[in-house]
């Protein structure tokens, strides 16, 4: 394989940098603006609970409260939001939330705590892409329930990602390294005695560690374990297609919970598929070859009004309208 040239590696970077950058969803003025249709848990009690495999920052915890380093333990804690003042008209954007504090922080038997905390409601679980610091994972958490109007808990399982637009490959390794936590936290909610329903929302690259982790806990605990996972939504899932192919093929009837919001003119997926090899990646796929695999598919292709059309689910209410649609169908 012959090696790029200086200006080619600089042209690939700036490249990777305009269409990766959609993963942090800092561009919240894209599509309509975000009006729910019913007052979402987090406008009474704006907290989201929090299960993490990175790092701490500080003794006792301060911000940015945890870092892109790996955690050897799943860590629980309690963010506390600033909700954006819906007092005056106009859009809501990431900006408009912000984390005030996060506390009531449990390193031992985190995934019980999680799942104590939540007892007895449903729960939306997001799941963050590449490039994402904690702030931004959990503003999204925050705006993704809010823009949905979802009344159960708000969730985020937040992996240690580096942040830097440079750390695609190492992202790739952290979210892989995430698997067992995330397997715990959603065994511990499937065990919870009295739980609600658990509908995961995953992003990007976090589509791919959800998949995964979603077969190994069939292969582990077989359908009983996954009776109480609701609605899958895999946003442009930057998954290589027939990696997806085979694990959906694994987790059998219980395929039928994924709804993948799909989009042909996703830059950044472009740019993904390109770093590896030419292969197309899951949500940039034809729906026809989506659908074949026993999932439901949302095209968002004429949705976004973008140059990177990655973040829609959560800057476009049409498509917060399908999660929304998936999730009710699933309870």
């Given at each position: 394989?012959?090696?790029?040239?200086?200006?080619?590696?600089?042209?690939?970077?700036?490249?990777?940098t305009l269409a990766l950058a959609g993963c942090i969803g800092s561009d919240g003025d894209v599509g309509s603006p975000l009006v729910p249709q019913r007052a979402a848990a987090l406008s009474?009690?704006?907290?989201?609970?929090?299960?993490?495999?990175?790092?701490?920052?500080?003794?006792?915890?301060?911000?940015?409260?945890?870092?892109?380093?790996?955690?050897?333990?799943?860590?629980?804690?309690?963010?506390?939001?600033?909700?954006?003042?819906?007092?005056?008209?106009?859009?809501?954007?990431?900006?408009?939330?912000?984390?005030?504090?996060?506390?009531?922080?449990?390193?031992?038997?985190?995934?019980?705590?999680?799942?104590?905390?939540?007892?007895?409601?449903?729960?939306?679980?997001?799941?963050?892409?590449?490039?994402?610091?904690?702030?931004?994972?959990?503003?999204s958490a925050a705006q993704l329930s809010s823009g949905i109007g979802f009344t159960g808990v708000t969730g985020l399982f937040t992996w240690p990602s580096a942040g830097s637009t440079f750390?695609?490959?190492?992202?790739?390794?952290?979210?892989?390294?995430?698997?067992?936590?995330?397997?715990?936290?959603?065994?511990?909610?499937?065990?919870?005695?009295?739980?609600?329903?658990?509908?995961?929302?995953?992003?990007?690259?976090?589509?791919?560690?959800?998949?995964?982790?979603?077969?190994?806990?069939?292969?582990?605990?077989?359908?009983?374990?996954?009776?109480?996972?609701?609605?899958?939504?895999?946003?442009?899932?930057?998954?290589?297609?027939?990696?997806?192919?085979?694990?959906?093929?694994?987790?059998?009837?219980?395929?039928?919970?994924?709804?993948?919001?799909?989009?042909?003119?996703?830059?950044?997926?472009?740019?993904?598929?390109?770093?590896?090899?030419?292969?197309?990646?899951?949500?940039?796929?034809?729906?026809?070859?989506?659908?074949?695999?026993?999932?439901?598919?949302?095209?968002?292709?004429?949705?976004?009004?973008?140059?990177?059309?990655?973040?829609?689910f959560l800057s476009n209410k049409d498509v917060q309208q399908v999660i929304k649609r998936a999730i009710e169908r699933a309870r």
């Amino acid at each position: 394989m012959p090696f790029f040239s200086r200006t080619a590696r600089l042209a690939l970077a700036g490249l990777m940098t305009l269409a990766l950058a959609g993963c942090i969803g800092s561009d919240g003025d894209v599509g309509s603006p975000l009006v729910p249709q019913r007052a979402a848990a987090l406008s009474r009690d704006p907290t989201v609970f929090v299960a993490t495999t990175r790092l701490p920052v500080g003794n006792p915890l301060q911000a940015p409260w945890f870092s892109a380093q790996r955690s050897p333990d799943l860590i629980f804690a309690k963010a506390n939001m600033k909700a954006p003042d819906r007092s005056m008209l106009g859009r809501v954007t990431l900006s408009d939330w912000d984390i005030r504090s996060v506390d009531d922080v449990v390193r031992k038997r985190a995934a019980q705590a999680f799942a104590q905390e939540a007892l007895g409601q449903d729960v939306v679980l997001y799941i963050h892409g590449y490039r994402e610091s904690f702030e931004t994972a959990t503003v999204s958490a925050a705006q993704l329930s809010s823009g949905i109007g979802f009344t159960g808990v708000t969730g985020l399982f937040t992996w240690p990602s580096a942040g830097s637009t440079f750390s695609y490959v190492s992202d790739r390794e952290s979210a892989m390294w995430s698997r067992d936590a995330l397997q715990d936290l959603l065994t511990a909610l499937a065990n919870s005695p009295s739980g609600g329903r658990v509908h995961i929302v995953a992003h990007s690259m976090g589509t791919l560690l959800t998949l995964e982790t979603l077969r190994m806990l069939r292969a582990s605990g077989g359908e009983s374990a996954m009776s109480r996972i609701g609605a899958v939504v895999l946003a442009a899932p930057d998954i290589d297609i027939d990696l997806f192919a085979r694990g959906v093929e694994h987790l059998g009837a219980d395929a039928q919970k994924i709804t993948v919001i799909s989009s042909t003119n996703d830059r950044a997926l472009a740019v993904s598929s390109r770093l590896a090899g030419g292969i197309v990646r899951a949500g940039a796929a034809d729906r026809g070859r989506l659908e074949e695999l026993g999932v439901k598919v949302a095209d968002a292709s004429d949705f976004g009004g973008g140059i990177i059309n990655h973040d829609l689910f959560l800057s476009n209410k049409d498509v917060q309208q399908v999660i929304k649609r998936a999730i009710e169908r699933a309870r």
